[in-house]
Structure formats: C-alpha cells, structure tokens
C-alpha cells in the first residue's frame, strides 16, 4: 500500500463527502438498468475522479485539462499505480470513450464496468483508509422492482 496516500486531507476534499451523482451506487441504481450506455460514461468519470483525486493527494495533480490516461500513466511511472489498477483504469476509459463517441455499449460491457469500477473503489479506500477497511462483496445491480438486471 502506498504509505502516502494514507497521509494528510488534499487540498479541498472534504471527509464528509456525500456520494457524487457519478459514484458506483447512483450508476448502478439509476442508470446500469434502463441506459447502459450513459452507465458507462458515469463510470468513466468516476474512475477520472478517482485517479485525479489519488494525484491531489500526494502532489501529482496538474489539471482537469490532462488526459485520463496521461495521468495514470504518470501514476503509474511514480509507483503509485501497480500496472494491475492502471489497466483496469484503462478499461473502464476504453469503454466509456467507446460509449462517448461510438454510442457503444450494452449491459455486458456495463456491467464489466460497473465491476471494474467497483474494484477500483476498494483499491482507493483500502490505500486511504487502511487495510483493515471491511468491504462487502459486489451485488449485481437491481431494476426499479428490485429484480436482478437480465443482462443481454
């Protein structure tokens, strides 16, 4: 675990947070059943966050105006990053640019996403909070009745 990103608040982050419109919950309740598409551009942005966050945190960070994967790429160089996680950042990018620009994306590659994501989060809060943070196992996302998302 990187011992840096356990010291100190950045530079205006908050510890109260509430959950972002982009963070894993909303996307998985809100968007993943009824528009994978626009699931996978809010995943992308908040694997953005995560990594411009993780750059704040110990320094790194330039500007909202730097590519995603210039980024991670540098955290990646610093040894923040395990070449593992900087792959998983770039699949979720891959994915949401895909949905970007082709209009791409269905409820598979949604959902790979939203997992993808979702493991990102737990590396985050693990290297932040400690080891010891407790996590519960990934949940499929519910549609609107409470049923499992067929996914096509």
């Known amino acids: 675990m990187p011992s840096h990103l356990?010291?100190?608040?950045?530079?205006?982050?908050?510890?109260?947070?509430?959950?972002?419109?982009t963070s894993g919950y909303h996307v998985r309740g809100r968007y993943f059943p009824a528009d994978p598409n626009t699931s996978l551009l809010k995943l992308?942005?908040?694997?953005?966050?995560?990594?411009?966050?993780?750059?704040?945190r110990i320094g790194l960070y330039g500007s909202a105006d730097e590519p995603q994967y210039e980024l991670v790429r540098r955290l990646q160089d610093q040894g923040i990053l395990s070449r593992e996680i900087a792959q998983l950042f770039g699949e979720v990018r891959r994915a949401g640019n895909a949905a970007s620009h082709?209009?791409?994306?269905?409820?598979?590659?949604?959902?790979?996403?939203?997992?993808?994501?979702?493991?990102?989060?737990?590396w985050?809060?693990?290297?932040?909070?400690?080891?010891?943070?407790?996590?519960?196992?990934?949940?499929?996302?519910?549609?609107?009745r409470g049923r499992t998302v067929r996914v096509r």
């Open 6 to 21: 356990t010291s100190g608040q950045a530079p205006g982050v908050g510890a109260g947070l509430k959950p972002a419109p």
């Open 44 to 56: 992308r942005q908040l694997t953005e966050l995560l990594a411009q966050h993780v750059a704040t």
């Open 102 to 122: 082709a209009l791409a994306g269905d409820h598979r590659t949604a959902l790979a996403a939203l997992k993808i994501t979702w493991q990102l989060g737990v």
């Open 124 to 144: 985050f809060h693990r290297n932040i909070q400690g080891p010891r943070v407790q996590v519960g196992a990934f949940h499929p996302a519910r549609g609107a």
